[in-house]
C-alpha cells in the first residue's frame, strides 16, 4: 500500500476506508472485513453516530493497534476552544482508544454562523494544537476548509494542518484548492469519491473501465490516487470492500487522467463551507 508522508512526519495510506452512514452490526462487521482485506486507514465522525461501532470493529479485528489509522471529526456544533476539547474526549471514549491518529475540523465556523468565524476556527485549532501535544492525537487536519479558512487559520496556527479533506471526484474535483493546499504542503483527502453514485453509466469512465478490465469504481479511485489525493471510499458490501482497495496493479494514462478530469460536472452535494448549513 502507497502512503503519504504529512507534513509532520506521520504516514498514512493512501487508500482507506470510509464508513460514513455504516451504524451499530453492519458498520462493525465493516470495519471487520475492511482490515481483513488490507485497510489500514478507518474514517469516521462524530456526526457519523458511528464511533462505537467502529471502535469494536477494530478491537474485534485483531489488527494491532498501531498498524491502524483512525480518523474522527469535530462537528461544526462544537467549534471553539471547550467544546472541541469536550467533543474529543467524547470521540475517544466511544472509540475506546488511547489516541486519534488523525482528528479534523468537519467545517468551518463560516461568517453567516459566527460574528467573528476567524477567531472561533483560531480557538478550535488552539485547543487541538495542545491535544496534539499532549499525544492525544497524532496528526490535527481540517476538512472542508477552502483557502480563505485555511489563509485565516495561518495567521494564529503553530501548527499547519496535515490534512484537508474535501468534495473530490469525477465531475467536481476542487483543482484550485488542492493546489492550494499541495502548495502549503497540505495533504488532500477525497471524501465521496464515487460522486454519490452518479459515476456509474457514464460512458467515458465506462470506456476506461472497460479498456483497463477494472469496474468504474476502481477507475475512480484510481484517478483520485493518481492525483496524489487520499482516498476513503464506504461499502458495506464485502465484494465492494475487497475492490475498492485493488488499485494497485494497473495505471491510468495521461489521456485517461485528463478525459476524467474534463468531465462536467456530476455528483456535486451541494454543501458548500461558506454557507452552511443550508446547500446551494
Not at 84 to 97: D, H, I, P, R, V
Given at each position: 500500500?502507497?502512503?503519504?508522508?504529512?507534513?509532520?512526519?506521520?504516514?498514512?495510506?493512501?487508500?482507506?476506508?470510509?464508513?460514513?452512514?455504516?451504524?451499530?452490526?453492519?458498520?462493525?462487521?465493516?470495519?471487520?472485513?475492511?482490515?481483513?482485506?488490507?485497510?489500514?486507514?478507518?474514517?469516521?465522525?462524530?456526526?457519523?453516530?458511528?464511533?462505537?461501532?467502529?471502535?469494536?470493529?477494530?478491537?474485534?479485528?485483531?489488527?494491532?493497534?498501531?498498524?491502524?489509522?483512525?480518523?474522527?471529526?469535530?462537528?461544526?456544533?462544537?467549534?471553539?476552544?471547550?467544546?472541541?476539547?469536550?467533543?474529543?474526549?467524547?470521540?475517544?471514549?466511544?472509540?475506546?482508544?488511547?489516541?486519534?491518529?488523525?482528528?479534523?475540523?468537519?467545517?468551518?465556523?463560516?461568517?453567516?454562523?459566527?460574528?467573528?468565524?476567524?477567531?472561533?476556527?483560531?480557538?478550535?485549532?488552539?485547543?487541538?494544537?495542545?491535544?496534539?501535544?499532549?499525544?492525544?492525537?497524532?496528526?490535527?487536519?481540517?476538512?472542508?476548509?477552502?483557502?480563505?479558512?485555511?489563509?485565516?487559520?495561518?495567521?494564529?496556527?503553530?501548527?499547519?494542518?496535515?490534512?484537508?479533506?474535501?468534495?473530490?471526484?469525477?465531475?467536481?474535483?476542487?483543482p484550485e484548492l488542492t493546489a492550494y493546499c499541495k502548495k502549503k504542503g497540505i495533504?488532500?483527502?477525497?471524501?465521496?469519491?464515487?460522486?454519490?453514485?452518479?459515476?456509474?453509466?457514464?460512458d467515458v469512465l465506462e470506456e476506461i473501465a472497460n479498456a483497463h478490465n477494472k469496474?468504474?469504481?476502481?477507475?475512480?479511485?484510481?484517478?483520485?490516487?493518481?492525483?496524489?489525493?487520499?482516498?476513503?471510499?464506504?461499502?458495506?458490501?464485502?465484494?465492494?470492500?475487497?475492490?475498492?482497495?485493488?488499485?494497485?496493479?494497473?495505471?491510468?494514462?495521461?489521456?485517461?487522467?485528463?478525459?476524467?478530469?474534463?468531465?462536467?460536472?456530476?455528483?456535486?452535494?451541494?454543501?458548500l463551507p461558506n454557507i452552511w448549513p443550508d446547500r446551494i
Amino acid at each position: 500500500m502507497k502512503e503519504i508522508i504529512l507534513n509532520d512526519g506521520n504516514k498514512i495510506p493512501i487508500a482507506g476506508f470510509g464508513t460514513y452512514k455504516a451504524n451499530e452490526e453492519e458498520g462493525v462487521q465493516s470495519v471487520i472485513n475492511a482490515l481483513a482485506n488490507g485497510y489500514r486507514l478507518i474514517d469516521t465522525a462524530a456526526k457519523y453516530e458511528n464511533e462505537e461501532a467502529v471502535g469494536k470493529g477494530i478491537k474485534a479485528s485483531g489488527i494491532p493497534r498501531d498498524e491502524i489509522v483512525v480518523t474522527t471529526k469535530l462537528w461544526r456544533e462544537n467549534l471553539g476552544y471547550e467544546t472541541a476539547k469536550t467533543a474529543f474526549e467524547e470521540s475517544l471514549n466511544k472509540l475506546g482508544l488511547d489516541y486519534i491518529d488523525l482528528y479534523l475540523v468537519h467545517w468551518p465556523a463560516n461568517a453567516r454562523n459566527y460574528k467573528n468565524w476567524q477567531n472561533t476556527n483560531a480557538e478550535t485549532w488552539r485547543a487541538m494544537e495542545e491535544l496534539q501535544a499532549e499525544g492525544k492525537i497524532k496528526s490535527i487536519g481540517v476538512s472542508n476548509f477552502w483557502q480563505e479558512h485555511l489563509e485565516a487559520l495561518f495567521e494564529t496556527a503553530k501548527v499547519i494542518p496535515a490534512v484537508n479533506q474535501i468534495e473530490f471526484h469525477p465531475g467536481y474535483w476542487q483543482p484550485e484548492l488542492t493546489a492550494y493546499c499541495k502548495k502549503k504542503g497540505i495533504a488532500v483527502e477525497s471524501w465521496s469519491p464515487l460522486a454519490r453514485g452518479k459515476v456509474f453509466g457514464n460512458d467515458v469512465l465506462e470506456e476506461i473501465a472497460n479498456a483497463h478490465n477494472k469496474s468504474v469504481s476502481q477507475i475512480c479511485l484510481r484517478w483520485i490516487i493518481q492525483h496524489d489525493v487520499i482516498v476513503i471510499p464506504k461499502s458495506n458490501t464485502p465484494k465492494r470492500i475487497k475492490e475498492n482497495i485493488n488499485l494497485f496493479d494497473f495505471e491510468l494514462t495521461e489521456i485517461e487522467m485528463k478525459q476524467i478530469n474534463d468531465l462536467p460536472e456530476m455528483g456535486f452535494s451541494g454543501e458548500l463551507p461558506n454557507i452552511w448549513p443550508d446547500r446551494i
